[in-house]
């Protein structure tokens, strides 16, 4: 696999292009392309998987979106990982895993179960837990029944804007998107280690998405990640 990969980024680098694996979505107009970007050679870096065999390293080549999930339950190890990995405090002054314009964490993460749905509590580790049998159908509804959200978890990454407006206005608004790509990437990339499939949906309707969560107009879906055990 990792052979396969470095062909795979090999070839890319040759023909200067972005890869596309997976389901390719709507190609965008040849209008809507960027000029090209000045510049004065090519040069082939090598393939970034040859600096060895480290863990992640193995986890980024290894991710790839699944979509094909099984509903089986995950531990709370596992869901604890994931969580961890996405917003999770690692150091003692409380930083998090992922980066955060002005340390103000605009981003909180709710996972939806069958049964239950659990607003993470980075602090401590821990999961607010609100037993309900519904919110995953109604997720489920957000994204018109998309295939994926047959997996056990679903995960939301929200924002509440709020948080770093105050300090930075509209562009906390473009900060706050970005800090839930690293979190999305972060827990995507533990997934993978862990030997679990995900993808990120961007499709799903807002309102429907924030009435399953039971979210406050304070606060709004960013992101939507079923996380399950491969099927294929
Ligand atoms: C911002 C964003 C939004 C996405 N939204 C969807 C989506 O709504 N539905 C879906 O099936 N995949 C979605 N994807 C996954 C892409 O289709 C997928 O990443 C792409 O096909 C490349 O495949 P790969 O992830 O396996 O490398 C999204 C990806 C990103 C980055």
Redesign the pocket.
């Known amino acids: 696999m990792r052979g396969w990969r470095a062909i795979t980024l090999g070839l890319a680098a040759a023909f200067v292009l972005g890869a596309?694996?997976?389901?390719?979505?709507q190609a965008a107009s040849p209008s809507a392309e960027r000029p090209p970007w000045p510049h004065d050679a090519v040069r082939f870096l090598g393939s970034g998987e040859a600096l060895g065999e480290s863990e992640l390293l193995d986890a980024i080549s290894r991710r790839?979106?699944v979509?094909d999930l099984s509903p089986d339950p995950l531990t709370d190890a596992e869901i604890a990982a994931l969580l961890w990995s996405a917003q999770g405090v690692s150091t003692p002054g409380g930083a998090r895993t992922v980066p955060s314009a002005g340390a103000l964490y605009p981003l909180e993460m709710y996972v939806v179960t069958p049964e239950e749905v659990l607003h993470y509590v980075p602090r401590t580790s821990s999961v607010e837990v609100r037993y309900d049998d519904r919110a995953k159908e109604l997720v489920a509804d957000a994204v018109s029944g998309?295939p994926?959200s047959r997996a056990y978890a679903l995960v939301v990454i929200t924002g509440v804007p709020g948080r770093i407006t105050g300090k930075y206005a509209d562009r906390g608004i473009r900060y706050m998107w970005m800090e839930a790509g690293h979190a999305a990437q972060n827990l995507l990339l533990a997934a993978a280690a862990l030997g679990l499939g995900a993808?990120?949906?961007?499709?799903f309707d807002d309102a429907g998405m924030a009435d399953a969560l039971g979210l406050s107009d304070r606060e709004e879906p960013l992101y939507l990640i079923p996380v399950g055990r491969p099927l294929t």
Not at 20 to 25: I, K, N, V
């Open positions: 596309c694996t997976g389901a390719p979505e790839g979106s979509r998309t994926a993808v990120t949906i961007g499709a």
